[in-house]
């Protein structure tokens, strides 16, 4: 698994690769956790999600969303999610801890996730995803 910063005018591209359609949510997850606070991240807190969508990119765009939207809402800062797929729904159990602005301020802050060329492919090394987020 891995994922790196890919160039882009004004927002942040990252490209993310895993063995399995669970560890690419789980990396992609991760890169925008790093993206947004760095990687000072402790896992006290516990919160489950669920979320349906009707096709896996909109399931991954709708996904991070959800994130994003419980880590400003409640003050969390995530460090790692156990992801769960069954067709088009995804449970995960987030860890994080609530925001210390003195650890979690130096990253960028995301406002959303782009649809603009967001595709997952898949071949015989796994899958790979380009997203962008909009900063």
């Known amino acids: 698994m891995s994922f790196e910063e890919i160039s882009h005018t ?22 925008m ?5 760095g990687t000072n991240r402790a896992s006290e807190i516990v919160r489950k999600i669920r979320v349906e969508s009707s096709d896996d990119e909109s ?3 709708d996904f991070l969303s959800e994130v994003l939207f419980i880590s400003e809402v409640e003050s969390l800062v995530f460090s ?5 797929l069954d067709g088009l729904c995804l449970t995960a159990d987030l860890r994080g801890e609530l925001f210390d602005p003195v650890r ?3 990253g960028s802050e995301v406002k959303g996730i782009s649809y603009s060329g967001l595709e997952i492919k898949h071949d015989a090394n796994g899958y ?8």
């Open 10 to 31: 004004a927002d942040i591209k990252i490209r993310a690769r895993a063995p399995t359609l669970e560890a690419l949510f789980s990396e992609t997850f991760n890169a």
């Open 104 to 106: 979690h301020s130096g």
């Open 59 to 61: 399931l991954i765009a």
């Open 80 to 84: 790692d999610a156990s992801i769960n």
């Open 128 to 135: 790979m995803l380009d997203i962008i987020f909009d900063v």
């Open 33 to 37: 956790m790093q993206i947004m606070y």
